[in-house]
């Protein structure tokens, strides 16, 4: 089993910043062995790939937050985050991670992230 518990989410004014957070735990998580994400879904849509980190770590954003956001991980915490600045009301989402870019089927609670002023 695998678990992933997210949190630091919260509400912020637009330009601002928060520090999410993803503890793992699970005989079936190699977490230093996959690529990890973060994911978003904002009100009635799907869920989306946000940033990757590969245990080489190597990032990948997609467009709408590069130069904003960064990913890192901790391996021996198990443990991946993302520092997200300059927030917009656009990233307003429910945040979940994940091994990236092909999510294992078992999904946390997510943590809740609203930028607005």
């Known amino acids: 089993q695998v678990q992933f518990v997210e949190s630091g989410g919260g509400l912020v004014q637009p330009g601002g910043s928060l520090r999410l957070s993803c503890a793992t735990s699970g005989s079936g998580l190699l977490f230093g062995s996959y690529t990890m994400g973060w994911y978003r879904q904002a009100p009635g849509k799907q869920r989306t790939l946000v940033a990757t980190i590969t245990r080489g770590l190597s990032t990948n954003y997609t467009d709408s937050v590069k130069g904003r956001f960064t990913i890192s991980r901790d391996n021996a915490k198990k443990t991946v985050y993302l520092q997200m600045n300059n927030l917009k009301p656009e990233d307003t989402a429910v945040y979940y991670c994940?091994?990236?870019?092909?999510?294992?089927?078992?999904w946390g609670q997510g943590t809740q992230v609203t930028v607005s002023s």
């Open positions: 994940n091994r990236g870019p092909t999510d294992l089927g078992t």
